[in-house]
């Protein structure tokens, strides 16, 4: 009984997303938001027969309706990347359009899990914690960059590279998400060893995968389907964990501990989801000499993302 809003849900990845949440066996309620569209969308959804009941809410005067009561709140809202792009370059026009949006879930669903899939990831979740905090109502524990695309590729280039079941190529990866501040551990993947070759040519294609899909879109945008898929999969372990209290593992960018010492107030790692949200961070666990390298560029690049995205809220 769970009831999700999907804040750009007419977009590229917010389509299918609000498909495969329609297909969702927990949610009973499926609120589609965008400022143009979305009705179209959620007519279209809604003749699926499966029980979740889908609306759809269009534009800045139904935002309100669209987050009340809402349980978890997923943001696909914003503009991707073009060829020749970075995730920072979408800085401008993105942090805007989630500190709205993140306005809105603190006045309608303070207690809502959100779950931030704009970019620049690394700057739109403390743009969204600086606004809860303002506002009153952040928990750490309920606030989610989903970088799980890049555990879903790591998955995928791995078990291509050494012919695994892609099930079983569960790779961590910690920092951020956005070209070396994406830090996959191939060191603690157990049962297969790779060359130091192997490690930084597979390293760089996890870091940049993003890259290839927006080259291949030629200008159509970024990747959609795929993310669509990563972040089904992080809702569904969060309804596992959060809801029916059987707790789950999986890869998010939260408020953390792990990477302080460092300057990183934010820092994606393994999480435990449970019914208060993440409710543990794990360690970080023993890197590779190669990986201490990655994670010294990664904090580096991550440390400026963050300030960039705390004081676009304190200065605005
Ligand atoms: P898109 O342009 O196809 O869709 C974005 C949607 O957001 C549009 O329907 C648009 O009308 C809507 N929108 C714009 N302003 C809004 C507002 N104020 N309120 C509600 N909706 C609003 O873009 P796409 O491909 O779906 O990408 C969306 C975002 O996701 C981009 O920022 C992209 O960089 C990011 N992304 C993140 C990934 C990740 O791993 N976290 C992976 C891929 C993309």
Do not use: W
């Not at 820092?267 to 949200?277: H, I, N, R, T, Y």
Request: aromatic share 6%; glycine share 10%; proline share 5%.
């Amino acid at each position: 009984m769970v009831k999700v809003a999907v804040l750009g849900a007419a977009g590229g990845i917010g389509q299918p997303l609000s498909l495969l949440l329609k297909s969702h066996p927990q949610v009973t309620e499926l609120n589609l938001y965008d400022i143009v569209n979305s009705p179209g969308v959620a007519a279209d959804l809604s003749h699926i027969c499966t029980k979740a009941k889908v609306t759809g809410y269009k534009g800045q005067e139904n935002l309100d309706a669209a987050l009340a009561g809402c349980d978890i709140v997923v943001i696909p809202a914003g503009i991707p990347r073009k060829p020749g792009m970075t995730r920072d370059d979408l800085f401008n026009i993105n942090a805007g359009i989630v500190k709205g949006l993140a306005e809105g879930i603190a006045k309608n669903c303070p207690k809502a899990f959100t779950c931030i899939i704009s970019n620049p990831v690394n700057s739109t979740v403390p743009i969204c914690a600086e606004v809860f905090k303002k506002a009153g109502t952040y928990d750490p524990k309920r606030l989610f960059g989903v970088t799980l695309l890049d555990i879903v590729r790591s998955s995928t280039f791995v078990s291509e590279a050494k012919g695994m079941n892609p099930a079983e190529a569960k790779v961590t990866v910690i920092g951020g998400h956005s070209g070396v501040t994406i830090v996959p551990l191939l060191s603690q993947l157990k049962g297969v060893t790779f060359s130091q070759e192997e490690v930084e040519a597979l390293t760089h294609r996890i870091q940049f995968g993003g890259d290839e899909v927006v080259k291949a879109k030629d200008g159509a945008g970024s990747a959609t389907l795929s993310m669509a898929y990563a972040a089904a999969r992080f809702v569904d372990s969060l309804i596992e964990g959060a809801f029916m209290k059987k707790p789950v593992v999986e890869c998010a960018y939260v408020e953390s501990p792990l990477a302080a010492d460092d300057g990183c107030a934010y820092f994606a790692s393994a999480v435990e989801l449970g019914p208060a949200g993440a409710e543990k961070i794990l360690p970080i666990g023993p890197l590779s000499d190669y990986e201490q390298g990655l994670y010294k560029a990664c904090v580096e690049q991550l440390k400026a993302n963050i300030a960039k995205g705390v004081n676009f809220v304190n200065q605005a």
